[in-house]
C-alpha cells in the first residue's frame, strides 16, 4: 500500500494488543506499511534486558535494522521469526487485506534458551563487573516450543480477526475508498472499471489512475486479489469447503480457470491452501 494511503487502527486494536501484552507477557507493536510505529500494547513491562543492551552495550540501530528487515521479509505476505542479536525471538505478521499489507504486527523479546548468548555475556562482563544484565533476561519468560506455538496461533488468530472485521482500515481517497467498498460487497459478480467509475461518479480513465496511484495496482489484479482473499476466507472458516465452491462464490464458475490464476498469483494450488486449513483444524480439535 503506497504511503499516499493512511493505515488507521480502530480502538478496539489497541484493546486487544493491550489484553494479549498483558496475558502472554509479551511486547507487540503495529507498524504501517512504511514502517511508522501506529500502536503497542501498553499492559506488558518494558524489556529491561533489552534496554541495557541498547543503552549500555550495541544502541538502538542494530534493533532498528533488524525490525525493519523482518518487515522487509513479511512483505511477502507470510509470517517471519527472526533471533536479534541479543538472542531473542521476533516475529512480524503482515496483516493483510485484499490482497495488500497495510501493515505489520510484530511480536518480540521471547526468551527461547535459559541460557543469555555467550557473546552478549562476554561483551557485558568486559565492561560490567555485575550481574544486572543476567538477571534482566533471566526475569524474561522462559517458552518450551509448545508454549511458542500456542502463542503463536493464537496471535495469528487476533490478525485475522482483525482484518475479518475491518479494524484496519487505510484513509485517502474517498472515491477510492468507496469503489473498494463496492467491490468487496459484491465480489462475487463480474465487475467491470467502467461499472466501478460509475458507481462513484468518475470516468474510467480517472478511477484507473487512482489505483494505480494509490495501491499500485489495476483494478483488474485488486479485484482478482479480493476473490482470491474472499475464497481463501471461505476455505479457512469450513474446511469442508471445496476449491469447486470457494470459486463459485467469489464468481468464478469455471473451477479449473480460478486453480490457474490462483497458482499464478499465490504461487501454489488452492488445493494446498485447503488441505493446510484442514490440517489445522484437525490439531485444533485434537
Not at 472499471?193 to 496511484?213: C, D, M, N, W, Y
Not at 469455471?254 to 494446498?272: E, I, T
Request: proline letters at 5%.
Amino acid at each position: 500500500m503506497r504511503n499516499v494511503l493512511r493505515t488507521v487502527l480502530s480502538e478496539d486494536v489497541k484493546k486487544i494488543f493491550d489484553e494479549f501484552s498483558q496475558c502472554f507477557g509479551v511486547r507487540i507493536v503495529f507498524y504501517n506499511a512504511d514502517g511508522e510505529l501506529l500502536t503497542e500494547g501498553q499492559d506488558c513491562p518494558d524489556c529491561e534486558y533489552c534496554r541495557l543492551v541498547q543503552q549500555k552495550l550495541y544502541g538502538e540501530q542494530p534493533c532498528q535494522e533488524m525490525n525493519a528487515s523482518g518487515r522487509a521479509a513479511a512483505s511477502s505476505k507470510t509470517m517471519v521469526r527472526y533471533q536479534c542479536h541479543a538472542g531473542l525471538l521476533e516475529v512480524v505478521v503482515p496483516v493483510v487485506m485484499d490482497g495488500h499489507v497495510l501493515g505489520y504486527a510484530m511480536i518480540g523479546q521471547l526468551r527461547l534458551s535459559p541460557q543469555m548468548p555467550a557473546p552478549v555475556a562476554r561483551s557485558w562482563s568486559t565492561q560490567y563487573a555485575d550481574d544486572a544484565l543476567i538477571n534482566a533476561y533471566r526475569a524474561l519468560p522462559l517458552l518450551s516450543k509448545e508454549r511458542l506455538d500456542a502463542v503463536l496461533g493464537f496471535f495469528g488468530i487476533l490478525i485475522e480477526h482483525i482484518v475479518a472485521k475491518q479494524m484496519v482500515f487505510v484513509q485517502g481517497d474517498p472515491d477510492l475508498s468507496a469503489v473498494l467498498t463496492y467491490m468487496r460487497e459484491n465480489v462475487r459478480e463480474p465487475l467491470t472499471l467502467t461499472q466501478a467509475a460509475e458507481h462513484v461518479g468518475r470516468s474510467p480513465f480517472s478511477l484507473s489512475h487512482a489505483f494505480a496511484k494509490h495501491l499500485g495496482q489495476s483494478f483488474k489484479q485488486t479485484l482478482i486479489e479480493m476473490k482470491l482473499s474472499r475464497a481463501e476466507e471461505l476455505m479457512q472458516s469450513d474446511p469442508r469447503m471445496t476449491v469447486t465452491r470457494a470459486a463459485e462464490e467469489v464468481g468464478y464458475l469455471d473451477p479449473y480457470y480460478f486453480c490457474r490464476l490462483y497458482k499464478k498469483y499465490r504461487g501454489s494450488p488452492p488445493s494446498s491452501f485447503l488441505q493446510s486449513q484442514r490440517q489445522r483444524a484437525l490439531l485444533r480439535e485434537q
